[in-house]
T-cell receptor
């Protein structure tokens, strides 16, 4: 069973702090890794994707991948109340690109 | 350009009825996916279409669920003899060719089975 696991949260951070979201996956054959943000009642929207070990930065967001540890994370710097949402980790096992999602981590950024 | 569209946005049906959910992918996208999200749950993969290849149906929960994609574009997900546990948001996504391309999601259809 291929699995993707996330802490469900909620994760609460003060405005301006760094939010750290973590995800582990079970299949070492995983190729592609994605972070989606989902506001309540809305569909997921892509935040970041990462394919290679190391860090990838895009504005306030940094994705980190460690394939040896089967671990992917998302850091959000200078967190804003508008970042409050559920963050979904998704993994593609390169089988046509279907995504296996974690349960999501609810993030709450307090003003 | 236009994103993925889905219809209807909301559907209420009675237990035992059949329902059809429609997805219009982004123009030119060759891959189309159906997922569902039950209340408070993550997204569950249902079925995947890629070009003219046979669809990957490995995520369909029962034989009451089926999907087709006509002309390599529009897709319809059909649920026969709906059950209350089928209540969920059904999300469609599409992407261009290649396993590393990004999937873009539609707004979803919220299905409630009474």
């Amino acid at each position: 069973q291929k699995e993707v696991e996330q802490n469900s949260g909620p994760l609460s951070v003060p405005e301006g702090a760094i939010a750290s979201l973590n995800c582990t996956y079970s299949d070492r054959g995983s190729q592609s890794f994605f972070w989606y943000r989902q506001y309540s009642g809305k569909s997921p929207e892509l935040i970041m994707f990462i394919y290679s070990n190391g860090d990838k930065e895009d504005g306030r967001f940094t994705a980190q991948l460690n394939k040896a540890s089967q671990y992917v994370s998302l850091l959000i710097r200078d967190s804003q109340p508008s970042d409050s949402a559920t963050y979904l980790c998704a993994v593609s096992f390169n089988q046509g690109g279907k995504l296996i999602f974690g349960q999501g981590t609810e993030l709450s950024v307090k003003p | 350009g236009a994103g993925v569209s889905q219809s209807p946005s909301n559907k209420v049906t009675e237990k035992g009825k059949d329902v059809e959910l429609r997805c219009d992918p982004i123009s030119g996208h060759t891959a189309l996916y159906w997922y569902r999200q039950s209340l408070g749950q993550g997204l569950e993969f249902l079925i995947y279409f890629q070009g003219n290849s046979a669809p990957d149906k490995s995520g369909l929960p029962s034989d009451r669920f089926s999907a087709e994609r006509t002309g390599g574009s529009v897709s319809t997900l059909t649920i026969q003899r709906t059950q209350q546990e089928d209540s969920a948001v059904y999300l469609c996504a599409s992407k261009a060719g290649g396993p590393r391309e990004t999937q873009y999601f539609g707004p979803g259809t919220r299905l409630l089975v009474l």
